[in-house]
């Protein structure tokens, strides 16, 4: 099993900035790929970064230029840095990581339980 938490989520006026955290516990072999989704109210979960093992990164178009993820692998953490926000970035933001689990080195998906993003004057 593979437990991830979250923190950082809040309330931030536009163009303020916020960092997200995903700590990733548990049997891991290694994390292959890991990244941050969001959803808003009524509409799909969409992809806001990835990041993979070998530090490659991928952005959505709608964050490039404000947001940048990073990882640390010696933690197996994975962060989001906001900057710019706007309030169209309101979501709930989870973690997802998916990578070898130790034991078998078996496959896992996991995901955060979310937190909340809130942009508002």
């Known amino acids: 099993q593979v437990q991830l938490v979250e923190s950082g989520g809040g309330l931030v006026q536009p163009g303020g900035s916020l960092r997200l955290s995903c700590a990733a516990s548990g049997s891991i072999f290694v994390i292959n790929v890991c990244g941050w989704y969001r959803q808003a109210p009524g509409s799909q979960r969409e992809l806001v970064a990835l990041?993979?093992?070998?530090?490659?990164?991928k952005l959505a178009d709608s964050v490039k230029g404000r947001f940048t993820i990073s990882r640390d692998n010696t933690k197996n953490t994975v962060y989001l840095q906001m900057s710019s926000l706007k309030p169209e970035d309101t979501a709930v933001y989870y973690c997802n990581a998916q990578g070898l689990e130790t034991g078998g080195l078996r496959p896992f998906n996991y995901w955060g339980q979310g937190t909340q993003v809130t942009v508002s004057s």
């Open positions: 990041s993979t093992h070998a530090g490659s990164a």
